[in-house]
C-alpha cells in the first residue's frame, strides 16, 4: 500500500491509526528509518525474554489441563488467540 503524506513542523510526519494498528507501532515504539533506493520506515522489534517465558509457562499450563486432543464445543469461548498483537503484548 502505498500513501502520501505531508511533513509538518520539525519534520514529523504522522502515521495513520491503520498502518501503525497493521504495524504493530504502539507510542513511544521506535522505528528504523532506511535510506536505500528511497525511504523505508519499519518498527524496530524488541522481545522482552521474560515475557516471552512467561507466555510459554501460561501456554504449556493450559495445554497440560486439556483432557482430550479435540476441544469440546464451546470449550475454547474463553481462548483468544491473537493476544500476542493486543496492546502490551510479547512486542515491546
Excluded: Q, W
Excluded at 522505528?31 to 523505508?40: K, L, W
Excluded at 483468544?80 to 496492546?87: A, D, I, K, S, V
Amino acid at each position: 500500500m502505498r500513501l502520501k503524506l505531508r511533513v509538518g513542523r520539525k519534520g514529523v510526519a504522522i502515521l495513520p491509526k491503520a498502518f501503525r494498528e497493521s504495524a504493530c507501532i504502539g507510542e513511544g515504539d521506535n522505528v528504523i528509518v532506511e535510506m536505500e533506493g528511497g525511504i523505508t520506515l519499519r518498527p524496530e522489534r524488541k522481545v522482552d525474554l521474560e515475557r516471552l517465558r512467561v507466555a510459554f509457562r501460561e501456554h504449556d499450563a493450559r495445554l497440560a489441563r486439556l483432557d482430550t486432543m479435540e476441544p469440546a464445543p464451546g470449550e475454547l469461548a474463553g481462548v483468544y488467540l491473537e493476544e500476542e498483537f493486543e496492546e502490551g503484548g510479547l512486542h515491546r
